[in-house]
């Protein structure tokens, strides 16, 4: 199973990114993902998870600017950024927990760099 984080890159204060995140192998089903952000010399924290049932949770720094959805169909989670400011600059790394024919796990993508600056 893995993870391919994308969308990541340079944007201006005020703008917008969107990640994904797409899940491939042999994977029987997909439970509970989220997205992840690490700034330097920070810890590791949460930004926002989805359920399979579509139910959200959100930080407190990112609420009513950032989005996050899934399309179960393709195995695929997004986040919609709007709004970015300097501080939401970390590298961002998507989260799921996977059930394969062998057994169920958490996996972490690769991470993907966000970087807020004039």
């Known amino acids: 199973v893995q993870l391919q984080a994308s969308g990541g890159g340079l944007v201006q204060p005020g703008g917008s990114l969107r990640l994904s995140c797409a899940a491939s192998?042999?994977?029987?089903?997909?439970?509970?993902m989220g997205w992840y952000r690490q700034a330097p010399g920070k810890q590791r924290e949460l930004v926002a998870t989805?359920?399979?049932?579509?139910?959200?949770n959100y930080a407190d720094s990112v609420k009513g600017r950032f989005t996050i959805s899934r399309d179960n169909a393709k195995n695929t989670l997004y986040l919609q950024m709007n709004s970015l400011n300097p501080e939401d600059t970390a590298v961002y790394y998507c989260?799921?927990?996977?059930?394969?024919?062998?057994?169920?796990?958490?996996?972490w993508g690769q991470g993907t760099l966000v970087t807020v600056s004039s």
């Open positions: 192998g042999s994977i029987f089903s997909i439970n509970i």
């Open positions: 989805i359920a399979r049932d579509g139910s959200t």
């Open positions: 989260n799921a927990v996977i059930t394969t024919i062998v057994k169920a796990g958490r996996y």
